[in-house]
């Protein structure tokens, strides 16, 4: 079964530090994609990173890295220096085949407080 | 600007009264997407399009209908909608199946009574 998971309800970190979101998921298929999402109190979905199955090195998006490890089959985030603004929900999908169209699953989501 | 509009972003409604939610996006994708979100269940496919004309089911389709009469629109429409209904839906676009780019809509907040 095609599945992503997301352990962590909630996560709580000083800002400037670093954290690390967890995410697994479950695949079948030899290529896919796999996303981060971060989703403030608004309510819009932010597309943060991406990481293709086949890529080589991890992805990195300014303070955003994805640590990519294929055979444990996990994508966690990582941000860097936290700042109060990265208080939010972060979702992790995978983008699968769907008959002839692709569509993503997403994890339960972690909810990440910066404490000053 | 490149977005994806949905209307209304607020809507509260009785059971069995139908109702449409307007996705429209100007970007020319071909990819056109309806999801919902739970707490604790993240995002889950209603419906997708590939194209004009071109619609399949997703994952939690009961008790919702698409059309997708022209590329830039792709409305959600609950014919009787029931208190489980209540939901966050999202709309999203992207180029192609692939998604690398997925633009999703700002989110219209459903509640059934």
């Known amino acids: 079964a095609q599945k992503i998971t997301q352990t962590q309800p909630g996560m709580f970190v000083q800002e400037k530090e670093a954290v690390t979101l967890d995410c697994t998921y479950d695949?079948?298929?030899?290529?896919?994609?796999l996303f981060w999402y971060k989703q403030p109190s608004s309510g819009e979905m932010i597309f943060l990173i991406y990481?293709?199955?086949?890529?080589?090195q991890n992805a990195t998006e300014g303070r955003y890295s994805l640590n990519f490890q294929k055979a444990r089959k996990s994508a966690n985030l990582v941000i860097s220096a936290s700042q109060l603004g990265d208080s939010a929900m972060y979702f992790c999908?995978?983008?699968?085949?769907?008959?002839?169209?692709?569509?993503?699953?997403f994890g339960q989501g972690t909810e990440l407080s910066v404490k000053p | 600007e490149a977005q994806v509009t949905q209307n209304p972003r607020y809507l509260i409604t009785v059971t069995g009264k139908k109702l449409t939610v307007t996705c429209s996006q100007n970007m020319n994708h071909e990819y056109m997407s309806w999801y919902r979100q739970d707490p604790g269940l993240g995002l889950r496919q209603i419906y997708y399009s590939m194209n004009v004309e071109v619609t399949d089911k997703g994952d939690v389709p009961e008790g919702y209908k698409v059309s997708r009469k022209e590329k830039r629109n792709f409305p959600l429409i609950l014919e009787s909608p029931s208190p489980n209904q209540t939901s966050l839906y999202f709309c999203?676009?992207?180029?192609?199946?692939?998604?690398?780019?997925?633009?999703f809509g700002p989110g219209t907040r459903l509640t059934v009574t």
């Open positions: 999908a995978m983008r699968v085949s769907y008959n002839q169209g692709g569509k993503l699953i």
């Open positions: 999203a676009s992207s180029v192609g199946q692939h998604l690398y780019e997925q633009y």
């Open positions: 990481q293709g199955s086949y890529d080589q």
């Open positions: 695949t079948s298929d030899p290529s896919y994609g």
